[in-house]
Each structure stands twice: as C-alpha cells, then as structure tokens.
C-alpha cells in the first residue's frame, strides 16, 4: 500500500519539476516550488525520515517561498527567454541523467538490509547510541555527536551564507540614490489575516522551542527549529511589516544569533578540548559521560538552532529591505 | 461492541471526507471562474478537514495522538478559510471581477 503512494508522490513530482521547467512565469516556479517541497516533505515521511521531513517542509516549503518571492518583489515576473545554447544544454542534460540512469544499476534495492549502509556503521551507531548518550534518536546522536564535525559544517555553511547575502544586498543606497525605500505597512486593511496570524506567531514560535528541546526524543532538533521560529517572526514581519518585525527582533540580535550560535557550536568543540578530550568529544563536559554526551548535544542543537533562526532573518530582511523596482 | 461502532462510524467520517476532498478537487478543475473555484477548493479546508480529523481522532482512542490531531485540526480550520480569504481578497483587490467568466460565456453565446 505504502509502495502505490509513494510511486504516487513521485510521478507528482516528476510533473511538479515539469512544469517548474515549462512555466514562464516565476511566480508560478516559486509556488511550484514550494509545492514540489511539499510533495519532497511527504516522501521523506514515508521513507520514515521524520527529521528530515520536517526540515524539508520548514525551510523548502515555508521559508525559501518567502525569500524567492522577496527576491522577485525586486526583479521582474516573467522570465527572460534566451534561445542560444539550448542544443548544448540539451546534450548536457541527457548525458547526465544518461549517467545517473546508469549509476542507479548499483544502487541497492530500496530497504535492502544487504545494502553496504546497513553492514558496519549504521547498526553500529543503532547499537551505541543507548550505551553512549542514552537519547532515543538516533538520528540526532549521530547528527549531533558521531558526526559532529559535518553538522558543525553545516553551521558554518550557513553562516557564510548569511553573511555573503548581507554583503551583496545589505548595502544601503548611496546618498544620491533617488529611490526611497517603501516602508512596507504589511497587510495593516487585512483585518482577517491579521488577526488570525497575531494568534498564530507565539504557537508558532512556541512549537519551534518544543521542536528545538524535544530533538533528542522525536523527530526535529536546531535546524528545524530555527527554521520554524523564523517563519513565525516572517509572518509578523508579513503581517505587520518589516519595521514592527525590526522593532520586535533588531538586526543586532540576528547578528548576535547567527555569530553566537557558530561560536557556541564551536566553543563548546574547544572547551571538549580543554578538558582533555578530544575536539566535539562531550563526554568530557561532565562528571559522567553520558551526561556529557546529553550536556554536549544541547549545547550544539541550540547553538544550530540559533545560527539557522538569525540567519533566515537576516536573509529574509535583506530581500525586503531592498528599494522595489518602479 | 462498542469498538465495532467507533469504527464503523469513524469509517463514514473518513469515507465522508474523502468524498468532500474528490468534490473539492472536481469543483477546482470544473468550475468556470476564480471565485467559484476557490469556493470549492475551499470545501476541503473546513468540511473536509472536520470529518477526517473526527474519523482519525475516533481511530485513535482516548490517547494524547488524538489531543494531537485536535490541536492539528483547530490549526488546519484557523488558517484554510484565512488563507482562501485571503487569496480572495488579494483576487478582488487586484480588480478581478466575481461573476465575470460567467458573463463573458453569456456574452459569446448571444454574440454567437
């Protein structure tokens, strides 16, 4: 039953990044984008991949629409056509899908418990995941701890994205520059949104704070809810405009947010170090090792969840920020 | 006993549902203008939305999953009807007249 609906999901798929392709219109790519998410979220469900999922949902189907749309508020609607090259294009894509075609021969069959993943490492860390943090999931002991060095990565990844978008688009206008930022008065003649996302925002929130300290039992952890309670604060931001959202949550504090959380994640790496074990090794934060571990993982989900949170943001002002273009 | 009646009236909730999303869907597809479109569309929203929720909250007992999928459900029927309001609204501000396709068939078939 579960193999119809996820064949189901998949062919909706293929026609959602179809007609991302054909579409002319970017307003209609950006829905369908978002759309195509969606439909991604769903099928990460069914793979019983809940964090990722969520992650997928959060930040592909909620925050990036906002963002594109954002982005196109200050560009046009419809798509410049360019003929040349198509021929290249053309050959270039169908050798590469040529190549992953015949690159899946060897994948393993879907669940195979012969596949090599299921060999050595992921029943190991299934094994010592109880013994050495003691947390039920798994995915986020081995997010947070085993593979500490990649999720630090990440942060940073996110980091440097943050601040190459700050660098290019948070520029003021120079003195001579004639246009005069709108102030964005939000949707202030929408009674009925209004209302209705005033009484949203803090459940909003409130679940990207369970989602944050619930990680280490249910699916979820700093990414997704740093992605969540940045959603909430872009539907104020949305709701009541940009200034309200500045007033509410300056761009020091996002800066603070993103800087401090990258720092927390890799201080909480030197002070492993300082007392004696080795870089992102938590067993050392505490008298006992698996509170360590637990004390460790915390510390860095939080700090993740703070880097993603003022990071969205200060992507997200930027865009809107920007002077439209008459 | 009393298992077999949840479960059979928890079976016509979702079967209910299920028919209210297929009218929803065909309204979507079939009717001639935005606003009825959206009307239809937004049947899934509130009726749709009551019905499964009920039928899924009867499957799941007295337990905290069905506390979960109220809490689901009040957030489904607090944002659907804002967000086909506000797509509505955001349809007539941007000067697209209700009724309009209607009187433009009307208007082919006279000229016709």
Not at chain 1, 279 to 302: C, R
Request: glycine fraction near 12%; charged fraction near 10%; include cysteine.
């Amino acid at each position: 039953m579960i193999i119809v609906f996820a064949l189901f999901l998949l062919s909706l798929l293929v026609i959602t990044a179809l007609a991302i392709v054909r579409t002319e219109n970017l307003f209609v790519a950006v829905m369908l984008t978002s759309i195509f998410s969606l439909l991604m979220a769903a099928n990460f469900f069914i793979l019983d991949a809940a964090d990722v999922a969520l992650t997928e949902a959060a930040v592909g189907a909620g925050i990036t629409t906002v963002i594109f749309l954002s982005a196109l508020a200050l560009t046009a609607e419809r798509e410049k056509i360019s003929g040349a090259g198509w021929r290249i294009a053309l050959l270039v894509v169908t050798v590469l899908a040529m190549l992953i075609i015949y690159a899946t021969f060897d994948k393993p069959r879907l669940g195979d418990p012969e596949a090599p993943v299921h060999q050595h490492l992921a029943p190991w860390y299934l094994e010592k995941t109880p013994e050495y943090m003691d947390i039920p999931n798994v995915v986020t002991a081995v997010l947070g701890s085993f593979r500490g060095y990649d999720t630090l990565g990440e942060v940073f990844v996110v980091f440097a994205a943050c601040i190459g978008v700050l660098f290019i688009l948070g520029v003021k206008p120079g003195e001579g520059a004639t246009i005069k930022a709108p102030h964005s008065a939000g949707l202030k003649h929408h009674l009925i949104p209004q209302v209705v996302g005033r009484l949203l925002i803090p459940f909003i929130v409130l679940f990207g704070l369970y989602v944050q300290f619930h990680g280490e039992y249910g699916p979820g952890g700093g990414f997704q809810a740093g992605a969540l309670i940045a959603t909430g604060v872009i539907l104020y931001a949305l709701l009541e405009g940009e200034d309200a959202a500045l007033r509410a949550v300056p761009r020091g504090v996002l800066l603070a947010l993103v800087i401090g959380g990258a720092s927390l994640y890799g201080g909480v790496g030197l002070v492993c170090v300082w007392l004696g074990g080795n870089f992102l090794d938590y067993s050392v934060l505490a008298a006992d090792p698996v509170a360590g571990q637990q004390l460790g993982i915390l510390l860095i989900e939080a700090g993740v969840g703070m880097a993603v949170c003022g990071a969205l943001l200060s992507i997200f002002h930027a865009f809107a920020a920007r002077p439209t273009r008459l | 006993m009393s298992e077999l009646v949840l479960d059979v009236l928890s079976w016509i909730l979702l079967c209910l549902g299920g028919g209210f999303v297929l009218i929803g869907g065909i309204g979507t597809l079939r009717l001639p203008d935005f606003y009825t479109r959206l009307h239809a569309a937004s049947l899934t929203d509130t009726m749709a939305t009551i019905l499964i929720f009920t039928g899924i909250m009867l499957q799941a007992g007295f337990s905290l999953a069905a506390l979960k999928l109220a809490a689901i459900m009040l957030f489904l029927l607090l944002t659907g009807p804002t967000a086909s309001y506000a797509l509505a609204n955001a349809a007539l501000q941007s000067g697209m007249r209700p009724g309009a396709a209607h009187a433009r068939a009307r208007g082919e078939g006279e000229a016709g």
